[in-house]
């Protein structure tokens, strides 16, 4: 199995874990019902340093997301577009961008989540004036720590794993890890 597919069970395994421990209400007859939730407007904005390595080579860079989605109880479901530009370490201009969605789980102040993204990888050539473009998917299993919270604002820390699969133009694999800190809000 590819590393993107055990570090995708081992989060999904995590986040059913949790869910199985938290308490389900009152179960005496006659004790009223747990409240229902409610599903919130949320969007989060993140930036970030990124570091890849496609075909041994090592790209380093910045990136920018922006998701729009619900947030329903401690679970949410987010669209992503995200565009992160680089330099491979012989001085190549990298663009990446991807757009995809994304699945949350809270426990707490912390975040587990798994984007799956569409995305498109661009790499400037030294000899001419076009470039290295091909299509591919990926995932980006990550780790989110909320730092500052109040009253539907929250300013948060996180740690993902990008790994990614080209197959349309030039086949590579790509994987590298990012940090970012972002803003959330929900409505």
Known sequence: MRPAGVLAVAVLLVSARAAAD???GPTTPGAPAAAPVENEFALKVALGGDYRSLYGVPIYGGDAHLSIGAEMGLYAVYGTAGLTLGRTEYGLGT???DLGCSVERRI??????LPLRPSYLRIARAT???ALDSL???IAPFVGFDLVSSEGHTLFLAASLNLDEYLVGSS???WGPSLSIGYRETE
């Open 108 to 113: 707490d102040r912390l975040t587990i989540g």
């Open 95 to 97: 663009t990446v961008i």
């Open 128 to 130: 001419t004036s076009g």
């Open 22 to 24: 938290e308490p389900t």
């Open 136 to 138: 591919g998917i990926g």
């Open 172 to 174: 590579s694999f790509a």
